[in-house]
Structure formats: C-alpha cells, structure tokens
C-alpha cells in the first residue's frame, strides 16, 4: 500500500517519505539532504543514507530482505528521476533529485568549511587515488582520513576486521561507499554498529569524479533520459538493467498508482 506522511528514521529528525514499489523514498534536495547528513554527523551516532534508483526499487522488490535493508537506513535518498515523478505524482511538494554523483563533491565542499572529515571506500587502486587528488584539489582544506580499494571479491573475516580496524583508526566523520548496488547497502546494514562514520552509498559516483564514466549532458537528464545514455556507452553491462528492469517498475509504478486513484 502507498504510503505519504511523516515518519521518524533512526537518528535523524521527522521528514516525509513517499512510497514508491517497493521503497519508502525521502523527499529532500542537494541542501535538505546536506543538512540531515551533518545532523547525523553532530549526533555521532553513525548510520547509513542510500541513493535509491530505479535499479534500487526494482532489487528491493524482487528480494524483499534487500528492501528492508534499504527502508532501514537513516534515509533513502531519490537518486533516479522515474523516483522524483511517482513522489509528485503522490503531491510531495519539494520532491527533487539527489543525485550520488552531485552529492558527493557537494559534501567534500562542506566537510572542507566545517572541518569534517571523509573516507572512501571502493572502486580500483587507480580510481582511489585519482578521487583523493581530485578532491583535495578541488577542496585543499578537505581532511581525507581513509581511503581503500576492497578486492573484487567478498572480504574473508580477518580482511574485513582489519577493514574494519582501520576505520575506526582513522576516524572519518562520513564514508562515501562506491560498491555499486546491491552490494554497497549490504555492506553498509553489516557495518552500521561497529563503523561510528555516517556511510553514503554513491554507486558511481568515484567513477564519474575521475573522468572514467561521461557525465551525461543534463538536458537529457532532465528528460529522464540519463538511462538511454549509459546504455548506450556500456550496453553489455546494464541492458538487463535498463531493458529488463525498467519496463516492469513502470507497470508496478502504474499499478500503484492505480490503486491509489481507486482507494480516493
């Protein structure tokens, strides 16, 4: 059943979500979203915030274990714009697009002005370190207290203790988690009572940072089309994605809709 309202996540102070398939979905923009997420870092109680795509619905809907794992977090971010659309279309006033990618150098900028410190985890050796220089380019004044470049395969349990360890060592006051999805909000639910920093799941966006993905030409995001663009550049990689996952969120979504225009 849809769902719009107020309701508390752990951790941080009441805002409206909006049911979309299989998520509750926060309503919140670039700014809301940065403020939420230094309350977070102020409280000091940790937590995890992901950036719910089309992608994400769709996972959550097929293993619903997984969806409880997303509607857990502190706060369940619209990364996709098919998102943004089903909360309007719902009458969520302010409903806006936050997108992993934007988030994070937004964030980088503002834990640079107030003295935060961030860590990164995921992605290549290569890509890491390009994402470190980038950032204290772009942010000379940002404190980068952790970054690390997992194997592509799952962490025994001592590699993950050790991880682990070093975390806690360094101290960041936010964690950017490129893994990509499903596995990058695993991660996060396994560590979220034994790691103290405020972890985001941003997917690509380390990717995007250092030039190895193109960005796509924001008229076309606009459009909703951002999709058709990365399919387009890395077809054997994301068509089950996009052919096969899209098409049935639009049912679901048209189911739900439905349902809600007949319980009116």
Sequence with gaps: MARV????RIGIE????????SLDVDVCN??????RIAAMVKAGDGGYVCFSSVHMVMESHDDPGFGEIVNGANMVVPDGLPLVWMQKLQKAKGASRVRGPSMMPK?????????LSVGFYGG???TIRGVQERALRDYPDLRIAFAYSPPFR??????????????????????????????????????????????????AAFDFYVGNFRECPEWLQHLGLEWLFRLIGDPRRLWRRYIYLNPRFIC??????????RSR
């Design 252 to 261: 679901l979504a048209a189911v739900q809709l439905a349902g809600l225009r």
């Design 124 to 126: 290549t050796e290569e």
């Design 14 to 21: 009441e805002s409206e979500r909006v049911w979309v398939v």
């Design 30 to 35: 670039h700014e809301s979203a940065i403020g």
């Design 154 to 203: 799952p962490l025994t349990e001592p590699e993950d203790r050790v991880v682990t360890q070093d975390i806690l060592r360094s101290k960041p006051d936010i964690l950017f988690v490129g893994l990509g999805c499903p596995k990058q909000e695993r991660w996060m639910f396994a560590h979220r009572d034994t790691i103290p920093a405020v972890m985001l799941g941003v997917g």
């Design 5 to 8: 309202g107020l309701k508390k």
């Design 107 to 115: 964030l980088c900028k503002y834990a640079a002005a107030n003295g």
